[in-house]
């Protein structure tokens, strides 16, 4: 309850739904605000918990290349860069990404990429 209350209580949380069997909390943002991907995981250290993973699905659009490393900017996002990229990819391409973001919340660890 503390987390989840940590968590509603920032202003870009849209909705909150607890899986305690497995101790995941999904989260639904709203699109219009900006996410800070830092507070959230404050938010969650402050109800007396630490993260283990931040999953993320979204969809944006790629920069960069394959010699220099591939970027995804999002809407109400930090750009942050994808590491594990498999595919074929070209900057302004629109893609689906799902993946875990690392410790210092600045790339993505790609489970799966797909053009859109």
Do not use: M, W
Request: net charge positive; hydrophobic share 35%; with cysteine.
């Amino acid at each position: 309850k503390r987390v989840e209350g940590q968590c509603k209580s920032l202003s870009y949380v849209k909705a909150v739904h607890t899986n305690l069997k497995k101790t995941e909390f999904t989260l639904r943002f709203d699109p219009k605000q900006n996410i800070n991907l830092a507070d959230l995981s404050q938010a969650v250290t402050d109800g007396g918990f630490s993260v283990r993973d931040i999953k993320i699905d979204a969809k944006g659009s790629i920069s960069g290349d394959e010699s220099s490393g591939y970027y995804i900017s999002v809407p109400n996002i930090t750009i942050l860069s994808l590491k594990d990229v498999k595919g074929n990819f070209a900057a302004g391409d629109k893609v689906s990404v799902k993946g875990k973001i690392n410790s210092e919340i600045s790339s993505i660890k790609v489970t799966s990429i797909k053009k859109i």
